[in-house]
């Protein structure tokens, strides 16, 4: 493992607030996912969306964009 390539990966998952990865299990298939909120105390959850790798890619913008706002507007870190 190259870890200065990986820590730099991690910055710009962390600067961007969400991973994308392709085709790295599935051949022509793309994740999004990002960090849910999370209370003190409680276990770290995530969200992911995955769709065909060229979709994902023309519309990684806007599923970022309604990702971030169903976070922002049900999720209760509480409840998790």
């Not at 979709?55 to 990702?67: D, G, H, P, S, W």
Request: with cysteine; net charge neutral; charged share 20%.
């Amino acid at each position: 493992v190259d870890i200065p390539a990986y820590l730099a990966g991690l910055e710009t998952v962390r600067q961007a607030g969400y991973a994308m990865t392709e085709a790295e299990i599935t051949p022509d298939a793309a994740m999004i996912a990002m960090a849910l909120p999370s209370a003190p105390g409680r276990r770290p959850l995530a969200l992911a969306v995955c769709g065909p790798l060229e979709r994902m890619r023309r519309k990684e913008a806007a599923i970022v964009a309604a990702m971030r706002d169903l976070i922002g507007a049900g999720y209760s870190p509480a409840a998790a």
